[in-house]
């Protein structure tokens, strides 16, 4: 219990500020807020801490050793097939367990079929989760393997509009955004620890890194097909984001459609971890009881996190958009920025990475540096989302630029820091970015430029969320380069002036 609480007060303390501004903003004459919305938000916010909480201590007693041990496991069999048939089976049941793709799927099942969105994503994250595993295997560098990737990325971008379904760019990118989220992300990078530790050496486990990095880029080319081979025109209409005044009935549909749906799914998962214990991992019995109570934890923390975050953080974030967008755009970009900022605190999956960036790296890259990064990094892009649907450009702007100098500094700062950057770019991109953030930009656009924009407006702020770390985290080992850089000259200096003191003088 006492690990419980502890996960429950870290995730208060993350999700006590965005919650905050909701009652800050509630109390300004801007809002009118019904007291059915206060206390469906109220509600929401509670479940969201308790869901964080139990997913945490979930994720910690189970997903993560179940992917450090499949990882190993199947490394140690010698066999290059049964690695990738496995992981490519798993990358697709564990994205089809994601809880924030299943967010983002609710929310355009008006432009396409939200089952076939979740399942293009989860083939598109198991071929390219075998491409990571690969790359660790033949120590392939990252930044070459990413250059490539973006280069088949952004040709598709151009069939795509050739194909008259270029409405669908953004939506592809937020694909890859919301994939890697607090399931994925604990799972995959212990697959990844896993299979280095077979391995063995240092450059191995940091090259684990790269594997969020990779099954990000998988969905958006997955989607991107999707959208080139259809032959219907995608067209978005806006979800009903109305408070229901029947607040219990409300919270306790969803709870058992949400039930239904996480449970089958997770189902699945533990199925297949199963079958692989019983053919080569051979897991002891406490172990595998030690397993099935994370399983449980995460479950419960999934239900309510998911429950919470539809109820209750949907309606409102597409509220606060809208009457947002009323107000002075200058305003609206620095809430927008501000939000972003919080919004990072309260990702699940964030604190996963940041634990495992300062384990593996031996402290070299603290928590403190990657929140700071990634809470730049975000509130940026949020701000930049804002910028663009007040002034209704295309993403393609951002994108390219911002892919270009992420890919220029991957050729310069040390690889980690290139593995870790685009990590950190899937891992912000979570379940609150897909359940607050997007209703929020959807209410600005809405407002500002009509439904019939949203799909080229609001959509691509998740993606704007995930490109934003790639940049930020690398300036961080630009940084540390420059550093070292002024450490070596000042000592050389030193050492100079030293020596021209010795030197005698007899003229």
Known sequence: MSQL?????????????????????ALTPL???SKYELITFTVGAVMLILGIGFFNLGADIAMTPMG??????????????LLLAVCFLMGVLITVAEPDLQVLAKQVSAVMNGTLLIYTVGIGVGIFLMAAILRIIFKKPLSLILALCYMLVFALALMLSVSGNISLLPLSFDSGGVTTGPITVPFIMALGVGVASVLGDRKSKENSFGLVALCSVGPIIAVMLLGIFSKNKMVYNVPDYNVSSDVLNAFLNNLAHTAKEVGIALLMIVAFFLACNFIFLHLSKRQLQKIGVGVVFTYIG?????????????????????ELAKTSKVFLTLFGLAVGVLVVLAEPAIHVLNSQVEEITGGAITKKSMIMGLCIGVGSAIALSIIRIIFDFSIVYYLIPGYFISLLLSLVVPPVYTAIAFDSGGVASGPMTSGFILPFATGVCVMLQGSEAVLND??????????SPLITIQLLGFRSIVSEFVKERRA????????????????
Do not use: C
């Open 458 to 467: 609001a959509f691509g702020v998740v993606a704007l969320v995930a490109l």
């Open 492 to 507: 050389m200096r030193r050492i100079i002036t030293a020596d021209d003191k010795q030197i005698i003088n007899f003229m």
């Open 31 to 33: 809002f009118n807020f």
């Open 5 to 25: 609480w502890g996960k429950i007060r870290e995730a208060l303390l993350s999700a006590l500020p965005i919650t905050a501004i909701v009652y800050i903003l």
């Open 68 to 81: 450090v041990q499949v990882g190993a496991g199947l490394s140690r069999q010698k066999k290059l097939w």
């Open 302 to 322: 999934l239900v309510i996190f998911l429950t919470g975050v539809n109820v209750g953080f949907m309606p409102i974030g597409y509220q606060i958009g809208y």
